[in-house]
């Protein structure tokens, strides 16, 4: 008689964790729709023709239009294609993303392994900037950067990237923090410096915390559309964020299917990214250091 108790209360333990599994994996699943169908629906547009985009109720096309792609491409009234715009994007993200690694790595190891007086409160200070809203500061980095003569340059978006990045610096530092002190004295016996000990052991070991902050900084510009709206001024010098704009015109007839074919291209650079570092970004957010 108890042995068939137990039995059945097993058989209900077990049905029962089959049930919340089951609901579990509807429930993610019905996020998971909600969160790509945006994207399959943008992807779905790019290739129906314009007339059909917003009035056929259908999700699939009947006819696959491939000429939003190559009509996109020339981008609109054919002065520039899109080539010279993801040129653009890859130039300002690519350059900037290069001097924010390198800068903030430097600051952050400053602030894990060096040793002079008010680096705490440097370090809180650095914090207090995160709170900062954006639009503060605006205003003021506008001015001066036109007394600099630098607006209508991507100098105002990718110099002081070279300075550092306040969340990047406190990421590596993070990071660096976990990292055994013993190996720093160990370098130290063998005759390695300060700054051998950076570039030697440090930037080797960040590698995770700095892809991080590579991935995130890549993606942040690659669709910033607030930094080159104020500081770009020429058709020619747009990145893809700005181009894409263009398309959306109140003025004319926007060209949707172009408009999402472009849309659609801009997001790969991202994903493939993301996909390809997606094992250092996860490393490098948990700033667990070293294993074992």
């Not at 097993?10 to 996020?31: D, E, F, G, S």
């Not at 570092?277 to 070293?290: A, M, P, R």
Request: net charge positive.
């Amino acid at each position: 008689m108890e042995r068939t108790m137990a039995v059945q209360r097993m058989q209900r333990m077990r049905r029962l964790r089959v049930a919340r599994n089951v609901i579990k994996h509807v429930v993610v699943l019905v996020i998971g729709f909600v969160m790509i169908y945006p994207l399959a629906w943008m992807f779905i547009s790019s290739l129906t023709q314009n007339q059909y985009i917003f009035h056929d109720p259908s999700f699939f096309p009947s006819t696959v239009y491939l000429r939003n792609y190559t009509e996109g491409w020339q981008g609109v009234g054919g002065r520039q294609t899109f080539a010279t715009f993801f040129w653009n994007s890859f130039f300002y993200a690519g350059l900037a993303t290069v001097g924010v690694v390198i800068s903030s790595s430097a600051i952050a190891y400053s602030f894990s392994r060096g040793r002079y007086r008010g680096r705490k409160v440097l370090f809180a200070i650095l914090i207090g900037t995160l709170l900062l809203p954006a639009q503060v500061l605006m205003v003021p980095t506008y001015l001066w950067f036109h007394w600099l003569g630098w607006v209508g340059s991507y100098l105002p978006l990718i110099v002081p990237t070279f300075f550092g990045g306040a969340f990047f610096i406190f990421l590596i530092t993070n990071f660096m923090n976990a990292i055994p002190r013993e190996l720093d004295e160990a370098a130290k016996i063998d005759g390695c410096s300060f700054y051998g000990i950076y570039g030697r052991i440090m930037m080797p070991l960040a590698v995770p915390a700095l892809v991080t902050a590579g991935l995130f900084s890549f993606i942040w510009r690659w669709d910033d559309f607030l930094g080159p709206l104020l500081y770009i001024q020429r058709a020619a010098q747009f990145p893809v964020s700005l181009a894409l704009r263009v398309f959306a015109d109140p003025t004319t007839i926007t060209d949707w299917g172009a408009f999402f074919a472009m849309s659609t291209l801009s997001l790969v650079p991202a994903v493939l990214i993301f996909i390809f570092f997606q094992k250092y970004l996860v490393e490098g957010i948990s700033t667990t250091g070293l294993k074992g």
